[in-house]
């Protein structure tokens, strides 16, 4: 018994909540979502930052997770989306960001991720934290938690 015990105390600190779920597309849909609203922080994205993002994305714990090509692919669709309208662009992103609202540990990964993307190119611009803070306000994370000061303290 004491041996069912200890196993049950060192896997307690496990907490399902705190991992993504394989084939859950609302988590997929959300951290793609908030790759793109990042990447578009701001409204536009040149070439260089595209292929530093993707390259970024590529080389994700959290996209290889759900499967780097389909994950590339729709970040593709939402990118055309984003040039067509940003704004409606940015208004479906925070819709798919928002169903992951209440889900701390998947919230907290998201934010994580798109820090991440954030930081591809050495800096978190102004633009990109505004973004991540917006996020945090959308998946109700304390900004207080996550670590968005500039890596240089400026721009690009």
């Known amino acids: 018994m004491a041996q069912s015990n200890r196993f049950l105390r ?3 600190a496990v907490d399902e909540n ?3 779920t394989p084939g859950n597309i609302t988590q997929m849909d959300a951290v793609i979502a908030a790759c793109a609203m990042v ?3 701001d409204g536009w994205v040149s070439p260089d930052e595209r292929t530093r993002m993707l390259d970024r994305m590529r080389n994700s714990p959290t996209i290889a997770f759900f499967g780097a090509d389909d994950a590339l692919l ?3 669709a939402l ?3 984003f040039e067509r309208d940003l704004e409606e662009g940015l208004t479906a992103a925070e819709i798919a960001i928002a169903r992951l609202r209440g889900q701390p540990g998947p919230s907290r990964l998201l934010i994580e991720t798109a820090c991440s993307v954030a930081r591809s ?3 978190l611009d102004p633009e990109e934290r505004t973004v991540i803070m917006r996020l945090c306000k959308v998946l109700g994370v304390d900004p ?3 670590n968005l ?3 240089d303290g400026g721009g690009r």
């Open 10 to 12: 060192k896997h307690a």
């Open 18 to 20: 705190d991992t993504w």
């Open 39 to 41: 990447s578009h922080a």
């Open 74 to 76: 729709m970040l593709e």
């Open 79 to 81: 990118n055309l989306g």
């Open 121 to 123: 190119d050495g800096v």
């Open 144 to 146: 207080a938690s996550c």
């Open 149 to 151: 000061e500039s890596a």
